[in-house]
T-cell receptor, first 111, second 114 residues
Framework: QQQVKQSPQSLIVQKGGISIINCAYE??????FPWYQQFPGKGPALLIA?????SEKKEGRFTISFNKSAKQFSLHIMDSQPGDSATYFC??????????FGSGTKLNVKP | DTGVSQDPRHKITKRGQNVTFRCDPI?????LYWYRQTLGQGPEFLTY????????KSRLLSDRFSAERPKGSFSTLEIQRTEQGDSAMYLC????????????FGPGTRLLVL
């Protein structure tokens, strides 16, 4: 059973547009929700993360929106740039070390 | 560069051969994780060490897989009698147990079993 469901599988956005990636989870024991960015041939790199007691967190052009009652969270990339083209993974964590990753979203930002 | 290194970066082997991968975590991190990632999927947890103790193993980790972290620093992942289905990216990550959940990933070892 997949613990974290991520959508869409792929996303094409024009430069300057907003990219939105969504994730949903079932287990209410999760207490940390990071997003990772992965470029081809590289390992995932932490982008931004949020705890469930906060509804939104913003770091530069990246924002996480968190809806605890709906058990959903999303990543918004404002003013998307071609350099943002990568695969993005959401994850849900509990007990500080049990990470469950979504299946990934391949983002292509067209110039 | 996150500070987590993995070696080798690529490995091609024939079915039935044994392979061993190495991971060097960030020096002050006492937690070390191994994941497997196949094309188009997120990382799947394989096993986890706290210092030198292997605290958890996924059911994905068959008895052909073994991992060690003998001195609580670097770790090795060995796959015996490799199968074509073992072809994947093997990722190592490390973290600190001082209230920081963030895992820092290495670049991975891409394994191809022919």
């Amino acid at each position: 059973q997949q613990q974290v469901k991520q959508s869409p599988q792929s996303l094409i956005v024009q430069k300057g547009g907003i990219s939105i990636i969504n994730c949903a989870y079932e287990n209410t024991a999760f207490d940390y929700f990071p997003w990772y960015q992965q470029f081809p041939g590289k390992g995932p790199a932490l982008l931004i993360a949020i705890r469930p007691d906060v509804s939104e967190k913003k770091e530069g052009r990246f924002t996480i929106s968190f809806n605890k009652s709906a058990k959903q969270f999303s990543l918004h990339i404002m003013d998307s740039q071609p350099g943002d083209s990568a695969t993005y993974f959401c994850a849900a964590v509990y007990n500080f070390n049990k990470f469950y990753f979504g299946s990934g979203t391949k983002l292509n930002v067209k110039p | 560069d996150t500070g987590v290194s993995q070696d080798p970066r690529h490995k091609i082997t024939k079915r039935g051969q044994n392979v061993t991968f190495r991971c060097d975590p960030i020096s002050e991190h006492n937690r070390l994780y191994w994941y497997r990632q196949t094309l188009g999927q997120g990382p799947e947890f394989l096993t986890y060490f706290q210092n030198e103790a292997q605290l958890e193993k996924s059911r994905l980790l068959s008895d052909r897989f073994s991992a060690e972290r003998p001195k609580g620093s670097f770790s090795t992942l060995e796959i015996q009698r490799t199968e074509q289905g073992d072809s994947a990216m093997y990722l190592c990550a490390s973290s600190s147990d001082r209230g920081q959940e963030t895992q820092y990933f290495g670049p991975g070892t891409r394994l191809l079993v022919l």
